[in-house]
C-alpha cells in the first residue's frame, strides 16, 4: 500500500496553484508595470483582485482537502 504524504502533496499543490495564478497575473502585470497607454490602470487592478479572490479560495479548499484525490480534483490547469 502506498501512503501519501498530505503535507508535501499540499506544498506541491500549493506551488502548482501559485503558477497557475502568476500565469493569470501576467496581462495584467504588463499594464501596471510599463503604464501602457490605452489600457485601464483601475481595470487591470479589478481584474487582478478577481484572480486574487479566486485563488484565496481555492487555496482554502486545498488546504481543508483530507485525501490525495480531493488535492488532485482540485489543481488547476498549469
Do not use: C, S
Not at 489600457?39 to 487582478?48: I, K, L, P
Request: charged share 30%.
Amino acid at each position: 500500500m502506498i501512503t501519501i504524504n498530505m503535507t508535501k502533496a499540499k506544498e506541491i499543490a500549493h506551488e502548482k496553484r501559485r503558477t497557475a495564478r502568476a500565469e493569470e497575473f501576467k496581462p495584467y502585470d504588463e499594464v501596471i508595470m510599463k503604464q501602457i497607454p490605452g489600457n485601464d490602470y483601475t481595470q487591470a487592478e479589478v481584474a487582478r483582485q478577481a484572480i486574487r479572490d479566486k485563488y484565496a479560495a481555492l487555496q482554502a479548499q486545498m488546504d481543508a482537502a483530507q485525501t490525495a484525490d480531493e488535492l488532485k480534483a482540485l489543481l488547476p490547469e498549469v
